[in-house]
Nanobody, 120 residues
Framework: QVQLVESGGGLVQAGGSLRLSCAAS????????MGWFRQAPGKEREFVAG????????YYADSVKGRFTISRDNAKNTVYLQMNSLKPEDTAVFYC?????????????WGQGTQVTVSS
C-alpha cells in the first residue's frame, strides 16, 4: 500500500511558477513509477508528467513540454512537479499517482489532489 499527499497548490498569475510536491509513504518508493495528472472543471482527468522509479526517465504531455519538470527524491519519498510559465488553461486539480507497472502502465494509488489556479 502507498499513501500519497499532494501539496504546493495555490493561486498564481499567468506567467508565474509553482512547485507541487507529493509525499509518499512506504520504504519501497523507488519501486514505483510516479505520475502527475490534472482535472479541470468539466473535463476528464489527463496525464501531465511521469517519471520512472530511478528518476532517469521522464515523460510529458505535449501541452506542458518545456514548461513543467517532474523530478523525484527517493531518499525523501517525494516527487515534484515544477511548473513554469503557467497559463490560465493550466487551472485544475492536480493529482499525483503511483504505479507498479512503469510510467506507461496503470496507476494503482492516488493522492487527494491539490488545486492550482492561474489567473489572467
Amino acid at each position: 500500500q502507498v499513501q500519497l499527499v499532494e501539496s504546493g497548490g495555490g493561486l498564481v498569475q499567468a506567467g508565474g511558477s509553482l512547485r507541487l510536491s507529493c509525499a509518499a509513504s512506504g520504504r519501497t518508493f523507488s519501486n514505483y513509477a510516479m505520475g502527475w495528472f490534472r482535472q479541470a472543471p468539466g473535463k476528464e482527468r489527463e496525464f501531465v508528467a511521469g517519471i520512472n522509479g530511478s528518476g532517469r526517465s521522464t515523460y510529458y504531455a505535449d501541452s506542458v513540454k518545456g514548461r513543467f519538470t517532474i523530478s523525484r527524491d527517493n531518499a525523501k519519498n517525494t516527487v515534484y512537479l515544477q511548473m513554469n510559465s503557467l497559463k490560465p488553461e493550466d487551472t485544475a486539480v492536480f493529482y499525483c499517482a503511483a504505479g507498479v507497472h512503469g510510467v506507461h502502465g496503470g496507476y494503482n494509488y492516488w493522492g487527494q489532489g491539490t488545486q492550482v489556479t492561474v489567473s489572467s
